[in-house]
């Protein structure tokens, strides 16, 4: 969740691991972070740079692993976590997804359009040409 929110490893992690430091995330859970899953907006394009450990796939990845029903047996909060993760992350994945399929879509669709344009612009000058012989024959 702090990786989908934006929160960089080294403020959130022990110093030169992957785990979670609860004793930096603490203030974080009480002043911000339930602000930032708010205001969180699956959709759209983002001109960020990302790292790698807050790529869609790579959250995805992780989130797999866990098994809704046993995060609920453990914690009903962060079993209600999990699912804004998992909803937020489906979310995001189509909403990309989708983007991706309209460029796709477009750009066919360009091309064609293109392509058409060339073989009108090639019969009209086949037949100007065609006329133009005609017309100076005839003279």
């Known amino acids: 969740m702090f990786y989908l929110l934006k929160y960089e ?11 979670l430091d609860f004793k930096k995330v603490k203030n974080m859970i009480e ?5 930032k899953m708010s205001e969180y907006n699956p959709f759209g394009q983002r001109n960020d740079d990302y790292k790698e450990y807050q ?3 790579f959250l995805q990845k992780n989130i797999d692993s866990v098994e809704e029903e046993k995060v609920d047996e ?3 909060i962060l079993g209600r976590i999990h699912r ?9 994945t189509e909403d ?8 796709a879509i ?3 669709e360009r091309e064609s359009a293109l ?9 009209r000058e086949a037949y100007l040409e065609e006329k133009k012989a005609v017309s100076n024959f005839v003279l």
């Open 84 to 92: 804004w993760i998992t909803q937020t992350l489906d979310l995001r």
């Open 96 to 103: 990309v997804r989708g983007r991706r399929d309209q460029i």
């Open 115 to 123: 392509t058409e344009d060339k073989v009108r612009n090639e019969k």
């Open 31 to 35: 002043v911000e972070l339930f602000q």
């Open 9 to 19: 490893r080294e403020d959130i992690c022990e110093v030169g691991t992957n785990k």
């Open 55 to 57: 790529k869609l796939a």
């Open 106 to 108: 477009l750009t066919y």
């Open 74 to 76: 453990y914690s009903v």
